[in-house]
């Protein structure tokens, strides 16, 4: 009898394999002194492959490379990924094929560390895996969270540069630590707060919000505006390439866009909240602290429509 293969595919940049080098994922790969397991140095991208496509590959890359800068780390060039997030998903299509083409979908994550101690060459690889299924069912039934104070104000990432707030780094024990707590007092997520009361972001994903305004429009009939906002990015969070890419969408279809500052009073008083991530998609927030956000019938339109026009994203 033969093994099934492993869930996951990891596949190593490595300069004697041009398309990257495929490892045996139930097999130790990592050595024990790699600063990425030692000390969380180091930087990741996480993304949706959907039928072979990676989504938003272009700006997962272009963020990667902003939160390598930031670290001081140098990590090969954009076709060397490429080349290996191909054969990634090449080979998990091919160990996993999918019963129906809705249901072809799989996680990719980039990941760098800093390699090994002593050493001068950063450890970099692929790897891809099935999409969690909570995942998929928070896209359906929505979330309820909590606001949790992060702890600091909204301007010490200015000040601070050397906390890396704008980095997507592997140090994300705080952040799971964050999503355990919410678990415990019965929520499935969290939307951060800075000490000096603005919205932030979400451990693994962006706020959004949305208001709808109605108004006459001077020929005897009413005209919908529809507004689309998130946090301002200069408030020490990472900039989510699923809102930017959806914001884009958004614009062309005739939405409003906003940039915040937020406070928590901005949330419960929206027609509809989302946290919005690469892998989770948009998950309606259907309470905050307790508090219903808007109504069931509106989360369901407003995030209908949205949905509709993320589907758009390449």
Not at 35 to 43: I, M, P, S
Not at 160 to 173: E, F, R
Not at 254 to 281: C, H, K, N, Q, T
Request: aromatic fraction near 4%; include cysteine.
């Amino acid at each position: 009898m033969t093994s099934a293969a492993p869930a996951t595919v990891l596949v190593f940049l490595d300069p004697q394999s041009e398309n990257g080098r495929i490892a045996d994922a139930s097999k130790p790969q990592l050595m024990a002194t790699d600063q990425g397991a030692t000390r969380g140095d180091g930087v990741f991208e996480s993304m949706l492959a959907v039928q072979g496509h990676p989504r938003k590959l272009d700006a997962h890359l272009r963020r990667l490379a902003g939160s390598a800068r930031l670290l001081d780390l140098d990590i090969p060039a954009q076709d060397a990924w490429r080349k290996a997030i191909q054969t990634a998903i090449t080979e998990y299509r091919r160990q996993h094929p999918a019963p129906a083409p809705e249901e072809d979908e799989a996680v990719v994550k980039l990941l760098v560390t800093r390699g090994v101690e002593g050493a001068d060459a950063p450890t970099c690889w692929v790897q891809a895996s099935p999409v969690p299924a909570s995942g998929r069912r928070q896209r359906e039934a929505g979330i309820d969270v909590i606001l949790l104070d992060r702890g600091y104000d909204s301007e010490v990432g200015e000040r601070a540069p050397w906390l890396l707030l704008g980095a997507k780094t592997l140090s994300y024990a705080v952040n799971m630590a964050a999503l355990r707590h919410a678990r415990k007092q019965g929520a499935d997520d969290v939307i951060f707060t800075s000490s000096d009361g603005r919205v932030l972001e979400g451990p693994t994903s962006t706020v959004l919000l949305a208001h709808l305004e109605t108004a006459e429009d001077g020929a005897g009939g009413t005209r919908t505006t529809r507004r689309l906002i998130t946090p301002q990015l200069d408030s020490g969070i990472l900039p989510g390439t699923s809102q930017g890419a959806l914001f884009a969408a958004a614009r062309a279809a005739g939405w409003e866009l906003g940039y915040g500052p937020l406070e928590p009073r901005d949330l419960f008083d929206a027609d509809a909240v989302w946290l919005i991530s690469s892998i989770r998609l948009l998950a309606p927030v259907n309470h905050i602290d307790g508090r219903e956000i808007g109504t069931p019938a509106l989360r369901k339109q407003l995030t209908a429509e949205l949905n509709e026009l993320f589907a758009t994203i390449e």
